[in-house]
């Protein structure tokens, strides 16, 4: 069962544009909700996270909004840049106190800018 | 400050070896979780370690295990090697404590191929 559904799958935008990638997640228990930017060749490295006590979060060009009630969150990126392009994966988790319990991820978005 | 260390970053490997990775953790962080990643499964938790305990496993077969050293390193090992395992297994570290604090660190992973 797949815990978290991300959509699109790939995604072109203009530059300039915004690019928007939409999650969506089942276990009202998760507490934690990040985003990760992956260029080819290297690890996920954190974008941005929230936590379902806000609604939105903003940090430069990304932000990400969080509607609790639909169970659902999503990454919005302004001003879209060429080196933007890369995969972008929403992930979720719930703090356990003892330990994390891993994070939980979607499948991905491949992301393109076109100049 | 030196980020997550992953050796080796490439390994070719018979069906049915083991293989045994390595990850060094940023300097402080205490946690240490694997994860794998394939184009059709995308990315999935293996398990996370910390005070040289495994604090939390994902749905994977017993081929697979891990351990942690006293000095956070972590290494990983797949026994009985299937074409299947081929993936790039990713290390992730973070400091101990409430990770919605502060996130998980991403090395650039080990790539492995099973031929």
């Known amino acids: 069962q797949q815990q978290v559904k991300q959509s699109p799958q790939s995604l072109i935008v203009q530059k300039g544009g915004i690019s928007i990638i939409n999650c969506a997640y089942e276990?009202?228990?998760?507490?934690?909700f990040p985003w990760y930017q992956q260029f080819p060749g290297k690890g996920p490295a954190l974008l941005i996270a929230?936590?379902?006590?806000?609604s939105e979060k903003k940090e430069g060009r990304f932000t990400i909004s969080f509607n609790k009630s639909a169970k659902q969150f999503s990454l919005h990126i302004m001003d879209s840049q060429p080196g933007d392009s890369a995969t972008y994966f929403c992930a979720v988790s719930m703090y356990s106190g003892g330990g994390a319990d891993g994070l939980t991820f979607g499948k991905g978005t491949h992301l393109i800018i076109q100049p | 400050k030196a980020g997550v260390t992953q050796t080796p970053r490439y390994l070719i490997k018979t069906r049915g070896q083991q293989v045994t990775l390595s990850c060094s953790p940023i300097?402080?962080?205490?946690?240490v979780s694997w994860y794998q990643q394939t184009p059709g499964q995308g990315l999935q938790f293996l398990f996370e370690?910390?005070?040289?305990?495994?604090?939390n496993k994902g749905n994977f077969p017993g081929r697979f295990s891990g351990r942690q050293f006293s000095n956070s390193r972590s290494e990983m090992n797949v026994s009985t090697l299937e074409l299947g395992d081929s993936a790039l297994y990713l290390c992730?570290?973070?400091?101990?404590?409430?990770?919605?604090?502060?996130?998980?660190?991403f090395g650039s992973g080990t790539r492995l191929t099973v031929v």
């Open positions: 300097s402080g962080h205490r946690s």
């Open positions: 992730a570290s973070k400091y101990l404590g409430d990770h919605r604090t502060y996130g998980y660190t």
């Open positions: 929230i936590r379902p006590d806000v």
């Open positions: 370690y910390f005070s040289e305990t495994q604090r």
């Open positions: 276990n009202t228990a998760f507490d934690y």
